[in-house]
């Protein structure tokens, strides 16, 4: 792996572990798309290596 790709890998794992809630939302045209919505607020901090 390069090291990039596991440091995706590790923050994608890391996500599925949030708490989050189902919600639907109706888009401009009117199609209602299913998905999930985060329970609390999140701050990403990118690390310049």
Request: hydrophobic share 40%; proline share 4%; aromatic share 10%.
């Amino acid at each position: 792996f390069y090291s990039d790709r596991l440091i995706r890998l590790v923050v994608e794992h890391g996500l599925g572990h949030l708490p989050f809630t189902e919600m639907q939302v109706v888009t401009p045209t009117g199609s209602v798309y299913s998905g999930v919505d985060f329970c609390k607020k999140l701050c990403g901090v990118s690390i310049v290596r």
